[in-house]
């Protein structure tokens, strides 16, 4: 038989049981950018807790590039790999772009973040409400902490204070968006590089 102290322990134990499980499903608030300058600070996410992040890659593309930037006042040499994807998501139809950058081995400086949606057709984009994150059940291994919109004219995804050291390849970042056309009509950038690299952006 059980004693008062063993059921009141039976049932504590259930409850937090069921606590985990509520916790281990609950779904996963978007991480959203609502105007210029606004910063979000990002956690990571997977399907298992945004399923609405499922959809079919409908383009892709490798960049691999040779850049100038500058590092604390020196002008540096950088190569790297740029990967950019287009992902219509299939409950709405509407497409996410996402990014991963991949810093060569022989490169000597790290790298603190990336810039994307520059282009003149992205902008009325950037008006609304951005969905922003980077995903923990892709490959890579450095996220972005941050995004931020900045100025309403480009998207800064910030890898500090971890940062991207050479020979290391950045966890896969997305923005969803409004938008359900696409073209090759956007850049990308490293933070304080001169360089720009052609990407896929919403298209009107």
């Known amino acids: 038989m059980l004693n008062l102290n063993t059921f009141k322990m039976g049932i504590v134990t259930c409850a937090l049981a069921v606590m985990g499980m509520l916790a281990t499903h609950a779904p996963v608030k978007a991480v959203v950018l609502v105007g210029p300058n606004s910063i979000a600070n990002l956690g990571g996410?997977?399907?298992q807790s945004q399923p609405s992040l499922r959809g079919v890659t409908v383009a892709s593309v490798t960049r691999e590039f040779r850049t100038k930037f500058n590092y604390a006042g020196k002008i540096v040499i950088w190569s790297g790999?740029?990967?950019?994807q287009v992902v219509r998501e299939t409950a709405t139809g509407k497409l996410a772009f996402y990014y991963q950058i991949t810093s060569v081995s022989s490169n000597t400086n790290n790298i603190t973040g990336l810039f994307t949606f520059m282009g003149a057709q992205s902008a009325p984009h950037l008006q609304g409400s951005l969905d922003v994150n980077w995903r923990s059940d892709m490959n890579g291994t450095v996220n972005p902490s941050t995004a931020q919109n900045a100025f309403g004219s480009y998207i800064l995804f910030s890898?500090?204070?971890t940062q991207l050291a050479p020979g290391q390849t950045s966890r896969w970042f997305y923005i969803r968006t409004n938008a359900v056309n696409f073209a090759m009509n956007?850049?990308?950038?490293?933070?304080?590089?001169?360089?720009?690299?052609?990407?896929?952006?919403?298209?009107?």
């Open 45 to 47: 996410v997977n399907l």
């Open 81 to 84: 790999v740029l990967r950019n």
């Open 186 to 204: 956007d850049t990308a950038q490293l933070q304080n590089s001169f360089d720009p690299i052609s990407v896929y952006g919403p298209a009107p």
């Open 159 to 161: 890898l500090q204070p």
